[in-house]
C-alpha cells in the first residue's frame, strides 16, 4: 500500500528523531520547506506537526520553529540534595563513567564527519581555554564537549539522557571539579591528557577504545575523590 504524503512525513521525522538526527531541543525544517520537499500543501504539514505535537514528540511554538522534546523528562523527577557530600558526587561519578563509555563508543562509530569536525574545533577551543578560567567556565567547557560527543552518537536515549544528566546534576559535577583543585592546587594533568585520548579515539573512528578512554577518565577523577 503507498503511504500518503502525510504518513510519509511523520514516519521521516520520527525516524530522524529515532536516529538522533533530529536531537532534542532541535528546531524541526520549516513547514515551508518540508511542504517543498514533500510536495504537499502547508496546512497538511501542519497537522502532521500538530499530531506529533498531540503525541509528546514536539513542542510547537507560535511565531517560532517547533523542537523536538526530550521524551525522557517527564519520567525522571528532578531531586538535588541540600548537602552535595563527598558520598553523593561519586555516586554521579560513577553513574558518569558509564553514561560517557557509551556515547564516545557510538559517537566513534557513527558521528558524521562534519560531527568530527565541529569536535575536533571544540577540542582546540577546550584547549586553549583552560587557563585563567574560573571553576564554573571550566566544568561548562568540560560538558560542553562531552555533550557533543553524546549527540554525535545518533541514540536518543543517549542524548535524551545525556542532555537531562548534565542539566540535573551540574551542581554536582561542578563540585567535584571544585573539591579536585582544591586538593590539588591545578587541574590534575591526567584529566587533560585522558581528554586527548578520548578524542584521538573518536576522530581515529575507534569505538571499543572510545569506550575505554571515556570509562576510564571518569573513573579516574572518581578515585582521585575517593583516595584524597
Same mark, same amino acid.
Given at each position: 500500500?503507498t ?7 511523520r514516519?521521516?521525522l520520527?525516524n530522524?528523531m ?8 532541535a ?6 520547506s ?6 504537499m500543501?502547508r ?6 506537526? $500538530?499530531g506529533l505535537?498531540? /503525541?509528546g514528540?514536539?513542542q510547537?511554538r507560535?511565531g517560532? *520553529?517547533?523542537? =523536538?522534546?526530550? #521524551?525522557?523528562?517527564?519520567h525522571?523527577?528532578k531531586?538535588?540534595?541540600r548537602?552535595?557530600?563527598?558520598a553523593? $558526587?561519586?555516586?554521579?561519578? /560513577?553513574a ?5 563509555g557509551?556515547? *564516545?563508543?557510538y =559517537?566513534?562509530? #557513527?558521528?558524521s564527519?562534519?560531527e568530527?569536525?565541529a569536535?575536533?574545533k571544540?577540542?582546540k577551543?577546550?584547549?586553549g581555554?583552560?587557563k585563567?578560567?574560573?571553576t564554573l567556565l571550566?566544568?561548562?567547557a568540560?560538558l560542553?564537549f562531552h555533550?557533543?560527543?553524546?549527540e ?5 536515549l ?5 542532555q537531562?544528566?548534565?542539566e540535573r ?11 579536585t ?7 590534575p594533568?591526567g584529566?587533560s591528557?585522558?581528554h ?6 573518536i576522530?581515529s573512528r ?16 572518581r578515585r582521585?575523590?575517593?583516595t584524597s
Amino acid at each position: 500500500m503507498t503511504l500518503s504524503a502525510k504518513e510519509m512525513l511523520r514516519q521521516s521525522l520520527l525516524n530522524q528523531m529515532a536516529r538522533g538526527e533530529l536531537i532534542p531541543g532541535a528546531s524541526l525544517p520549516s513547514e515551508r520547506s518540508l511542504a517543498a520537499e514533500f510536495q504537499m500543501s502547508r496546512n497538511a504539514v501542519r497537522e502532521v506537526i $500538530q499530531g506529533l505535537q498531540q /503525541e509528546g514528540w514536539i513542542q510547537v511554538r507560535q511565531g517560532g *520553529a517547533s523542537r =523536538c522534546l526530550n #521524551r525522557l523528562q517527564s519520567h525522571l523527577e528532578k531531586h538535588q540534595p541540600r548537602e552535595i557530600s563527598l558520598a553523593y $558526587q561519586l555516586d554521579v561519578m /560513577e553513574a558518569r563513567a558509564f553514561l560517557e563509555g557509551e556515547t *564516545a563508543y557510538y =559517537c566513534a562509530l #557513527r558521528a558524521s564527519d562534519q560531527e568530527l569536525a565541529a569536535l575536533a574545533k571544540e577540542y582546540k577551543a577546550m584547549q586553549g581555554r583552560r587557563k585563567g578560567q574560573s571553576t564554573l567556565l571550566k566544568a561548562k567547557a568540560d560538558l560542553t564537549f562531552h555533550m557533543m560527543i553524546a549527540e554525535a552518537s545518533h541514540h536518543l536515549l543517549l542524548i535524551s539522557y545525556s542532555q537531562l544528566f548534565y542539566e540535573r546534576y551540574f551542581n554536582a559535577i561542578h563540585e567535584v571539579l571544585s573539591t579536585t583543585l582544591k586538593r590539588y592546587g591545578r587541574y590534575p594533568d591526567g584529566i587533560s591528557q585522558q581528554h586527548e585520548k578520548i578524542y584521538h579515539a573518536i576522530q581515529s573512528r575507534q569505538p571499543d577504545q572510545a569506550r575505554l578512554e571515556a570509562t576510564e577518565h571518569i573513573l579516574y577523577t572518581r578515585r582521585l575523590l575517593e583516595t584524597s
